[in-house]
């Protein structure tokens, strides 16, 4: 089936879902405001209607040192061959050098976002958004086939709302098999890519699904050579990840004095 439709991608911050599993990212701007369109939705707006936090939304209150180094090295990479400007102190010239990585790396985050909906639309329709990811799209699903998934029975980008207080949006998942998306620069070897966050994502998404027993699995994608490296997660790391995440929902209720579900 050839053709295509428009993703829907949360913008930066909370993401919150509705009691039916319907995304709620945004709501329109006051009447009175002079801004026009729509803003990210915000824990108030999430208390009036009763949506949840997402499942990466959870997760984030962890300290990730991987992405602190990841984070460093980008700053450190930004500042090579920048030179002070005349008459410019330190402080200028490292907001003018966190200027430039933070737009670098939104317009990694763009990329990876492309990529992301060209996946979704080449299992649902056979093609990709954009050609120039026809084949990471190729080289994914022949990763997933060849790994024991049968795109026939495949569903992406579905939302939910669990009863707990927890939602969110899975990249792909069949009757007895769940799947994460994570795009990199590139996939080198003998480099680590999954962590307990991801552990605890899938263990959380498979909850949310009702698919409790389901194989978990991450796959990695590099965006500047296509190379695709598939992660299973062992049965026992996820109970433990399930067990985590669990407790840090509670935490997060406790921190924002929000219970939404059924406690």
């Excluded at 295509?4 to 919150?16: D, F, M, N, S, V």
């Excluded at 400007?85 to 200028?92: F, I, L």
């Excluded at 990695?220 to 695709?228: K, R």
Aim: hydrophobic share 35%; charged share 25%.
């Amino acid at each position: 089936m050839s053709g295509g439709r428009k993703l829907l991608i949360p913008a930066e911050g909370c993401h919150w879902y509705l009691p039916d599993g319907t995304p709620f990212y945004t709501v329109p701007y006051a009447a009175s405001s002079k801004k026009k369109g729509e803003r990210n939705a915000t824990l108030t707006d999430a208390k009036k209607v009763g949506a949840a936090p997402s499942v990466t939304t959870i997760t984030k209150i962890i300290e990730k040192q991987q992405l602190n180094n990841y984070h460093e090295e980008k700053v450190f990479k930004s500042t090579l061959g920048i030179e002070p400007k005349p008459g410019e102190d330190t402080n200028a010239l490292f907001a003018r050098v966190k200027a430039m990585s933070r737009a670098r790396g939104k317009a990694a985050s763009k990329r990876g976002d492309s990529m992301h909906a060209s996946l979704e639309n080449y299992i649902w329709f056979g093609v990709p958004l954009e050609k120039r990811w026809q084949t990471h799209c190729e080289n994914v699903m022949t990763a997933m086939v060849l790994v024991g998934f049968d795109p026939e029975q495949a569903r992406a980008e579905h939302s939910f709302y669990h009863k707990l207080g927890f939602g969110g949006k899975i990249d792909y998942h069949e009757e007895t098999k769940v799947a994460d998306f994570k795009s990199k620069d590139r996939i080198e070897k003998d480099k680590q890519y999954a962590y307990r966050e991801h552990e605890m994502q899938l263990a959380a998404y498979r909850q949310g699904l009702g698919l409790v027993q389901a194989e978990c699995w991450n796959f990695f994608v590099g965006e500047l050579d296509a190379q695709v490296l598939p992660i299973k997660h062992e049965e026992a790391t996820l109970h433990t990840a399930w067990m985590m995440f669990h407790h840090l929902l509670a935490y997060w209720q406790l921190d924002h004095d929000y219970f939404p579900g059924e406690i």
